[in-house]
């Protein structure tokens, strides 16, 4: 199984700030790599798939990039409704998720 | 526009069964493979099992393997999930999402959610 690892696996950040998390594989694992924001209660999103192509309708302050098994998120310019839960997950084989970064207010 | 609607959650006993069912529309049901994805109380994201679009290809992550049993049925648009044998350990909010037209994909949708407990 491949295993995904996340850092930091909290945040705290201001609106307009930069943020960049980072996702891990445990094997290569090519560009099948998506990025899912989640808010408390609901379903998570798909923002970025293929590590870096952008979902349709998700905002272009989203980024992704990366291969093999080093990939990143990041966000340009932190909004409000920004704030989330974000997952990493691989579809190269068998479905792996990374454990979650939150990010939070400072 | 795709939706996807589970239900069948609820409580039940360690040692019991429930069956969950997800119910699609929106998208040509039989064309798609699909995916049941939990997510316990507090923690992140685990896949639980795949089923091909014709039900011929099916996996099963290694924590429910021989206790769980992924279905659909093309003609009622409906994928299901039978758990037997539960444990707390398998509380958590239960997503059915929509995978690709083969393969593995990721998951632009997923449904609400329903909440299963095991409790004695």
């Known amino acids: 199984a491949i295993r995904m690892t996340q850092s930091p696996s909290s945040l705290s950040a201001s609106t307009g700030d930069r943020v960049t998390i980072t996702c891990r594989a445990s094997q290569g694992i090519s560009s099948y790599l998506a990025w899912y924001q989640q808010k408390p209660g609901k379903a998570p999103k798909l923002l970025i798939y293929a590590a870096s192509t952008l979902q349709s309708g998700v905002p272009s302050r989203f980024s992704g990039s990366g291969s093999g098994t080093d990939f990143t998120l990041t966000i340009s310019c932190l909004q409000s409704e920004d704030f989330a839960t974000y997952y990493c997950q691989q579809y190269y084989s068998y479905p792996s998720f990374g454990p979650g970064t939150k990010v939070d207010i400072k | 526009q795709v939706q996807l609607v589970e239900s069948g959650g609820g409580l039940v006993k360690p040692g019991g069964s429930l069956r969950l069912s997800c119910a699609a529309s929106g998208f040509t049901f039989s064309d798609y493979y699909m995916s049941w994805i939990r997510q316990a109380p507090g923690k992140g994201l685990e896949w639980v099992s795949y089923?091909?679009?014709?039900?011929?290809?099916?996996y099963y992550a290694d924590s429910v393997k021989g206790r769980f049993t992924i279905s659909r049925d093309n003609a009622k648009n409906s994928l299901y999930l039978q758990m037997n044998s539960l444990r707390a350990e398998d509380t958590a909010v239960y997503y059915c999402?929509?995978?690709?037209?083969?393969?593995?994909?990721?998951?632009?949708?997923w449904g609400q959610g329903t909440l299963v407990t095991v409790s004695s």
């Open positions: 999402a929509r995978e690709g037209s083969s393969g593995w994909y990721p998951l632009p949708y």
């Open positions: 089923i091909s679009s014709s039900g011929s290809t099916i």
